[in-house]
């Protein structure tokens, strides 16, 4: 398996550093025949050639089995016409990356993590509110007078089907439950036609439970009864938001872990930004783009048919479980004493313990 490594801006370069360590212990303990490829995009590809996502790394992406990407800030990027490109943007759009796959769980010994969440948020990717994805030409968020300003939501049919397959493709592996949420009776063309193909599926889906919830009374729920839900089916502003939230409850925005994945092609990409604020303090913490790669993981194992993959994806959950739970091993952010390299360590020495080897994961 060829995997691409991005680095990305700011905390990029240090996250995926000691991901990348943990990774190949990972390789070497299962067999795993991985081989790596760096590609500088972001920051470090301007200062190399003027770009921030030359075309030459688009096409190393799509010629990949799978990339792990860093996070990229775009703060200090020059403007598009002089070469400063949307890196994850470009990638989402180049690899067809529809679905925006982002769980959050609550794992014991974390502070200030909700108990009984568990959820694997199933986000659409290339439409809805986003005013730089839903047009042919010219932005979705406009002022027709200086005193009024709209913005278009984007909605299709097709899009919506894709989204919603993998909802109840995910859920089927998972505790056979999905919650489609919107505001329908507010947005009733839109969350109306999302709705109209989740039900779709769920009636081709009958051992999966299925509701519609509407987001309002999903950010309370979330956070009042998190165990009533499993895969959250959402269009794409919402999700972001819904995420975030979740992410919070299991305990920070450290632990925010991503897929983003299409038919083809699927990049590991943690779920927070770059955090310029913590940039070179060693302190970030690496468990979201950790969490990302093991989730990159088990898509290669489902669609290669490689057990072993879906059994290191487990290993990574286990070990991160197990060091997250220790207040020395964790970084600041959730409270502990460890270090961006310290806490990375602790992971890939419980990844490579012979104990986590022989129990797999939960
Ligand atoms: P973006 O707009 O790129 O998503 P953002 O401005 O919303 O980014 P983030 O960079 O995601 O914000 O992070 C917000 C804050 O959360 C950071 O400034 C940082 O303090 C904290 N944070 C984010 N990621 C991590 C991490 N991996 N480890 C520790 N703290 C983090």
Request: hydrophobic share 45%; glycine share 10%; charged share 25%.
């Amino acid at each position: 398996m060829h995997i691409v490594v991005m680095p990305g801006d700011d905390i990029g370069p240090e996250i995926t550093a000691v991901t990348m360590t943990m990774l190949e212990a990972v390789n070497r303990a299962y067999s795993l025949g991985m081989k790596f490829e760096t590609v500088d995009v972001g920051m470090a590809s301007f200062r190399k050639c003027g770009n921030t996502m030359p075309e030459a790394a688009v096409q190393k992406a799509l010629d990949a089995d799978g990339v792990i990407l860093g996070p990229c800030g775009m703060t200090l990027y020059p403007p598009r016409e002089e070469g400063g490109i949307n890196v994850p943007g470009t990638i989402r759009k180049r690899l067809e990356l529809y679905a925006n796959l982002r769980p959050a769980r609550s794992r014991p010994g974390v502070p200030n993590a909700r108990p009984g969440l568990d959820v694997l948020i199933a986000r659409e990717n290339t439409e809805g509110f986003y005013a730089d994805r839903n047009m042919h030409m010219g932005i979705a968020d406009f002022m027709p007078t200086e005193d009024v300003a709209l913005s278009i939501r984007k909605i299709t049919r097709e899009g919506s089907r894709r989204i919603a397959k993998v909802a109840f493709e995910y859920a089927a592996r998972r505790r056979k439950n999905v919650s489609a949420v919107g505001k329908q009776h507010v947005l009733q063309m839109t969350d109306g036609l999302f709705m109209s193909e989740a039900y779709k599926l769920a009636e081709q889906h009958k051992d999966i439970a299925f509701r519609e919830v509407d987001i309002d009374a999903m950010a309370a729920d979330i956070y009042t009864r998190p165990q009533r839900y499993d895969v959250i089916l959402i269009t794409n502003m919402f999700g972001d938001i819904l995420s975030n939230e979740a992410v919070a409850l299991s305990g920070g925005l450290g632990l925010a872990a991503a897929l983003n994945m299409g038919d083809k092609h699927a990049i590991a990409n943690a779920g927070h930004g770059s955090a310029p604020d913590l940039v070179g303090k060693g302190v970030a913490n690496p468990s979201g783009l950790m969490l990302s790669v093991a989730m990159l993981l088990e898509w290669l194992g489902a669609r290669h048919n490689k057990p072993a993959y879906v059994e290191a994806s487990k290993a990574i959950e286990a070990a991160l479980d197990s060091a997250l739970a220790d207040a020395q091993a964790r970084t600041p952010d959730l409270g502990g004493r460890g270090t961006t390299t310290s806490f990375a360590q602790a992971v890939t020495a419980r990844v490579d313990s012979g104990e986590l080897l022989a129990t797999g994961a939960r």
